[in-house]
């Protein structure tokens, strides 16, 4: 298996950059475990639904997706707010178990919306950049995973100053591990779960405009991310922010790798033996509280 | 001040509060006490809106409270220190201190926190430190404090000395009387009886759900019923 180093080195830093993404995309999911505690179901579907919309963005307006990316998360925002707000909260009437099917529900609708509208064809941008690389070294980087990577970095540093310097932010914080002192000081615990589930799935619109260039669009494609999602979830630690884009990190490489070793086709066998390793040696992640 | 009537809540199935009338005027200190179980807690819950009532009415300032959401009732000044403490303990002292100013007094933030600081400097020295890590004694500090950071114009306190060495519980009545001589209404909940009667104006005794004895805090204090109940006399 003797691969020359600069193929190696080209194949971690790749994987970094993909795995940035996929930190992106984890990052909404974990987001909303740790405050809501519950598994958005809705994730993938929605997933699918930003990538369709960047899709439109592109093809019927002419706008670039990485132009889009901002007006499509203060777009998805307002959706993530109200589809808590006004579905999930009210039909949940606080039971996990509801809001489990609560959002799987909405996944099979958003999921079949998809279907009626854009058929079952996988679909693609065409963007100038699509193919193009940038010299790093011995090493030679895709430009779109590139500018995914800075994004998702600018979106970590954002969201982590939301949390840390905004009155909001540190509501956030501490609905997740105590509502009703939060009740008790003035929060309202329905609008800041409605806000967390906004920037959960405003991530998920930047982060499909950051994969639009470099992925094909099906109504199913959602799925896919998210399974890796859960993985990066599960290895970073439920519910922790920074443990999701180590653990995005992480998964990429692992997927670059195994892609290079065993075949593209495989690829993402490597993702899920880290899955089954982490359930047994470390259930709580890496960046998990100790249960 | 504050004027209940009739109250009756509970959980589910259950009937906690079974017709509560009581009434905090301004600037007093008046005691609930009772037995556990009573339903101390499930009062002040259904005070601060976390517990809707179920029949009855809450005035606070002439106004009818019951059915707002705990928010609306904490911006109009009625500050309740829970049972438990509820501390965000993911969250440093300071950042705990600046969300009891989340709806109310957030312009006064810096001189209310100065003001905290003071009555509790040890709360000072652990600022950035996490809330979780506290003592027990610390993280009842930082409930109190959190709950004046938003100036209360009427304070809960629901066993505010729950989990205190002796010398403790001695501050917390200490700091309770400070409160109380610096005009602030108080509804105190307590198993600390011959104390909370010594400090209260008022006192009030649930049982089951009702109030069963109330009045001025020396004539609860002489009531037989009492003595035998709670004072084991
Ligand atoms: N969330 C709940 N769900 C169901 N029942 C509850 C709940 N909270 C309290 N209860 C019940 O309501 C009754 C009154 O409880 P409450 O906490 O108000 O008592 P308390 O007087 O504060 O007691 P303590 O002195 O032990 O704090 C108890 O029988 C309790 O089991
Ligand atoms: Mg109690």
Redesign the pocket.
């Known amino acids: 298996m003797g691969f020359p180093p600069e193929i190696i080195l080209e194949a971690v830093l790749n994987g970094l950059l993909t795995g940035a993404v996929y930190g992106l995309v984890a990052l909404g999911l974990t987001l909303v475990y740790g405050v809501l505690h519950i598994i958005n179901f809705a994730h993938g579907a929605l997933l699918t639904a930003a990538m369709y919309a960047a899709y439109v963005a592109r093809t019927a307006l002419g706008i670039d997706p990485y132009v889009a990316a901002l007006p499509l998360a203060g777009l998805f925002f307002v959706l993530g707010y109200g589809v808590q707000r006004l579905v999930i909260g009210p039909a949940s009437q606080g039971k996990d178990e509801n809001i489990l099917l609560v959002t799987l529900g909405l996944s099979i609708i958003v999921e079949n919306l998809m279907l009626a509208i854009f058929r079952s064809d996988t679909r693609s941008i065409d963007v100038p950049y699509a193919m193009e690389v940038v010299e790093f070294g011995p090493a030679l980087l895709s430009w779109p995973r590139l500018v995914g990577f800075g994004a998702t970095l600018a979106v970590g540093v954002a969201l982590f100053l939301l949390m840390t310097r905004t009155a909001t932010g540190k509501a956030i914080r501490a609905v997740a591990k105590e509502r009703t002192g939060a009740a008790l000081v003035g929060i309202d615990v329905a609008h800041i779960y409605a806000v967390t589930f906004g920037i959960g799935t405003a991530c998920l619109a930047i982060a499909a405009a950051l994969l639009l260039p470099s992925f094909y669009v099906s109504p199913r494609v959602g799925n896919a991310f998210v399974l890796v999602a859960f993985t990066i979830v599960v290895l970073g630690g439920m519910g922790s922010v920074v443990g999701a884009l180590v653990g995005g990190l992480v998964i990429g490489v692992v997927e670059s790798l195994s892609g290079l070793y065993l075949g593209d086709s495989l690829g993402q066998i490597g993702i899920f033996l880290i899955f089954i390793l982490v359930l047994l040696v470390r259930p709580t992640g890496l960046f998990g509280a100790r249960a | 001040m504050l004027e209940i009537r009739g109250l009756e809540a ?3 199935l ?1 009937t ?1 509060l079974r017709g509560v009338d009581l009434s905090v005027p301004a600037g007093r200190i008046v005691a609930v006490l ?12 259904a005070i601060s809106g976390l517990v809707k009532p179920r029949a009855g009415s809450i005035t606070f300032d002439g106004r009818r409270i019951d059915g707002l959401p705990p928010p609306a009732i904490a911006e109009a000044g009625l500050v309740h220190v829970p ?1 438990g403490r509820k501390i965000f303990p993911n969250l440093t002292v300071r950042e705990n201190l600046d969300l009891g100013a989340y709806r109310r007094a957030r312009g006064n933030r810096a001189r209310n926190m100065d003001r905290v600081f003071a009555t509790f400097p040890r709360l000072k020295e652990r600022a950035r430190q996490f809330a979780g890590t506290l003592s027990g004694g610390e993280q009842q500090m930082l409930a109190i404090g959190r709950g004046l950071m938003a100036e209360p114009r009427l304070l809960i306190l ?2 505010p000395s729950l989990g205190l060495s002796p010398l403790l519980v001695e501050e917390m009545f200490a700091l309770i009387r400070r409160l109380h001589d610096e005009g602030l209404a108080i509804m105190l ?1 307590e ?1 600390n009886v011959a104390q909370s009667l010594d400090l209260a104006d008022e006192a009030h005794v ?1 049982e089951n ?1 009702a109030f069963v004895l109330g009045g001025a805090a020396a004539d609860v204090r002489a009531d037989p019923h009492l003595q035998r109940a709670y004072l084991g006399l």
């Open positions: 509970g959980y589910g259950t906690v009772g037995a556990n179980g009573a339903g101390k807690t499930t009062l002040n819950m049972e629901d066993e909940v198993q649930l759900g």
